[in-house]
């Protein structure tokens, strides 16, 4: 059984980002610079966000922070996003998710310019992966992507099944695996909550992924032998041993499933220090 080591792997395409930034500023280039916008105080953003600033930082890349307040109007936000868009300075920009309930997060989105949204979440961008044209890949499902292909996991032929259709993970993920490329050419079942025997798919799975915000959904009946099982869930559960009162868990009973998975991702360390770096890899295509 072998652990898909997130951490580690996020690293190493960090080093190997920080070396073309020094090699393009020795040649005077300028530094990539990513803007991250966030509204309101919601904790696990502010995480997620911190996150990607000092990776920005690790990497060499020029970053701002913009914080908005929780009870900003819409149009004030879509005029923060256009001030963005004009700025010439900053190459890539993000707008950290979930916004609160009063703004149309679609209508935030669909304003970012798709050569700055390197999140990947503009129609255009999603309308491009879905054509197979090349464009910004959402970072989540790309870095699945990149972790199958560094630990070198064939996909082709097999079954993927993924729990979850949302159109930052899920749907982007099936679009992904089953592309005619490498990773790719999988068979791929798309799951959501009205699935009926769920459990009778998930066995079939030679890869599962699991995008559905439930903590240890996945148990280790649902798991063929020999599957490879990828964590995308981030759970926040209660935890008094912790200073924080709380600790991350995925969505997968990781304990039990890890008796029968060839390779499984953790959480904390799987999934989300990769979609950290294909965040960052974006940013240097678009600074290119
Ligand atoms: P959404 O809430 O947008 O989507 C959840 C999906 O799961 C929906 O399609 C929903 O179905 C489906 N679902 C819910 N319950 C069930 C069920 N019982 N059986 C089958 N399917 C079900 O979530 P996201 O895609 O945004 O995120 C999913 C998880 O991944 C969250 O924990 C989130 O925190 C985490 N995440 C992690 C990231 C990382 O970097 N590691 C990045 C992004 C997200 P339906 O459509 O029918 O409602």
Redesign the pocket.
């Known amino acids: 059984m072998m652990i898909l080591d997130g951490k580690a792997t996020s690293k190493a395409i960090q080093e190997e980002i920080k070396e073309i930034v020094a090699i393009r500023m020795a040649s005077g280039q300028k530094r990539p610079h990513l803007a991250a916008v966030i509204v309101g105080d919601n904790p696990?953003s502010r995480s997620?966000v911190g996150h990607k600033i000092k990776a920005c930082e690790f990497v060499g890349f020029d970053s701002s922070l913009i914080e908005l307040p929780e009870n900003i109007r819409q149009d004030e936000l879509i005029d923060e996003v256009q001030a963005l868009n004009d700025d010439q300075a900053i190459d890539g920009f993000i707008v950290q998710?979930p916004l609160p309930d009063h703004i149309d997060a679609q209508a935030v989105l669909e304003a970012v310019a798709p050569e700055k949204d390197v999140d990947g979440f503009h129609p255009i961008n999603a309308g491009k992966l879905s054509l197979g044209i090349p464009s910004y890949l959402p970072?989540?499902p790309a870095?699945i992507l990149e972790m199958l292909d560094r630990y070198a996991i064939e996909t082709a032929g097999k079954h993927a099944v993924i729990?979850?259709?949302?159109?930052?993970?899920?749907t982007p993920m099936a679009l992904l695996l089953s592309r005619n490329a490498s990773p790719g050419n999988c068979t791929v079942t798309i799951?959501?909550?009205?699935?009926q025997n769920?459990a009778e798919i998930t066995r079939t799975a030679d890869i599962l992924i699991?995008?559905?915000?439930?903590p240890h959904?996945v148990t280790s009946d649902m798991i063929k032998p020999g599957a490879v099982v990828i964590d995308?869930?981030?759970?926040r559960i209660e935890d008094s041993t912790k200073k924080s009162g709380f600790r991350l868990t995925?969505?997968v009973d990781f304990d039990a499933v890890v008796e029968s998975a060839s390779a499984i991702t953790p959480?904390p360390g799987?999934?989300?220090p990769?979609?950290?770096a294909m965040l960052l890899k974006n940013t240097l295509q678009a600074r290119t």
Do not use: E, P, Q
């Open positions: 696990a997620y998710l970072a989540t870095g729990l979850g259709r949302s159109s930052i993970v899920g799951c959501h909550s009205r699935t769920l699991a995008a559905i915000g439930k959904f995308v869930g981030i759970n995925g969505d959480v799987g999934v989300g990769m979609t950290i």
